[in-house]
């Protein structure tokens, strides 16, 4: 069970790369959305951890080198945005023949569901955005945007937009945190600032799924009613 809290874990991953987790923030986030085999991986969680070591009093007091803010800033959006294309063309060339496996460790039918539901409760537009923001949906998203035949200009677009909102907003806040802390109190703050970051970053998603709920229980019935929900069950 540790080496599955290892994989979880930002700061072991960014400890273990050592002077190559520039490189190694870069392929993870290349990996989680673009390989099916990359949703376990700690997008979100990374991507404030390695803002906040790019502050270079943080980076010296956890013993590791600092993370280059810029080159993050330039690199995780394209990386971000590069396996998202590459996840839309694989989606667009196999169609369903790429999920007909069985179920695995590495690979469960029921995620593949749960990226098509959302995309098809949010619109091609808001569900590309919004999945990036969503563990395990943001890596299956992709290629189901192509099995659903979301037009390659339509979902690069999109893509590009949800890609730099996704991996600015969050190396920006965690950067914002780490100028903010104590170096030598940074373990006490890391772990639930990275949590509670991840939260509100669910926020506009929790939100719409509200809105959604309360237009769909005011559509009206075809007897002219509107629709009521049993909630006394």
């Keep these: 069970m540790d080496w599955l809290l290892n994989l979880l874990d930002p700061t072991w991953w960014l400890t273990i790369l050592g002077a190559f987790a520039t490189v190694g923030v870069l392929a993870i986030i290349f990996a989680e959305t673009g390989l099916l085999l990359g949703f376990f991986l700690p997008g979100d969680s990374l991507l404030v951890a390695a803002g906040i070591f790019s502050s270079a009093s943080v980076a010296v007091g956890m013993g590791i080198e600092p993370i280059s803010l810029p080159v993050l800033l330039i690199g995780t959006p394209l990386c971000a945005v590069a396996g998202a294309q590459i996840g839309h063309f694989l989606g667009m060339k196999f169609g369903r023949k790429m999920f007909d496996k069985p179920n695995s460790r590495l690979f469960k039918k029921e995620h593949v569901l749960r990226a098509e539901e959302f995309f098809e409760k949010f619109g091609p537009a808001k569900a590309v955005v919004l999945a990036r923001f969503v563990p395990i949906v943001r890596t299956f998203m992709n290629p189901v945007a192509g099995v659903l035949e979301m037009s390659p200009k339509r979902f690069f677009m999109w893509n590009v937009i949800g890609g730099v909102v996704w991996t600015e907003?969050?190396?920006?806040?965690?950067?914002?945190?780490?100028?903010?802390?104590?170096?030598?109190?940074?373990?006490?703050?890391?772990?639930?600032?990275?949590?509670?970051?991840?939260?509100?970053?669910?926020?506009?998603?929790?939100?719409?799924?509200?809105?959604?709920?309360?237009a769909a229980k005011a559509l009206p019935t075809p007897n002219g009613k509107h629709h009521r929900v049993n909630t006394k069950q």
């Design 169 to 214: 907003g969050l190396i920006l806040l965690g950067y914002f945190l780490g100028s903010k802390v104590d170096p030598k109190q940074i373990d006490r703050y890391i772990l639930p600032g990275v949590f509670l970051i991840v939260f509100i970053s669910l926020i506009p998603i929790i939100v719409e799924f509200v809105k959604g709920r309360r």
